[in-house]
Nanobody
Framework: VQLQASGGGLVQAGGSLRLSCATS????????MAWYRQGSRRERELVAH???????TYADSVRGRFTISRDVGKNTVYLQMNSLKPEDTAVYYC?????????WGQGTQVTVSS
């Protein structure tokens, strides 16, 4: 099983980034997918979640700015991040949760400068 996250980088406050997480080795359509993040000296926190049935939930801190989506044909989950703030700076991880197992990607760094 592999979860390959990409799309992170350095962006100015107010800018946008789109993260991708390409999966292999799982039946993607049956897994709930999520993005987490971990900033320096902070615990890992849930950012956005999308079920196998495309129901979405968001952390209060990102609601209205971030959008999670999934492409079943590409086995990929995305996180569109708009109006980025310095406090969004973190390593972002994708997560796949199935009925009997869960997997993590390797993380991608997002840095937002003020």
């Amino acid at each position: 099983v592999q979860l390959q996250a990409s799309g992170g980088g350095l962006v100015q406050a107010g800018g946008s980034l789109r993260l991708s997480c390409a999966t292999s080795g799982i039946i993607f359509s049956t897994y709930n997918m999520a993005w987490y993040r971990q900033g320096s000296r902070r615990e890992r926190e849930l950012v956005a979640h999308i079920t196998s049935g495309f129901m979405r939930t968001y952390a209060d801190s990102v609601r209205g700015r971030f959008t999670i989506s999934r492409d079943v044909g590409k086995n990929t989950v995305y996180l569109q991040m708009n109006s980025l703030k310095p406090e969004d700076t973190a390593v972002y991880y994708c997560n796949a949760e199935g009925p009997y197992s869960a997997y993590w990607g390797q993380g991608t760094q997002v840095t937002v400068s003020s």
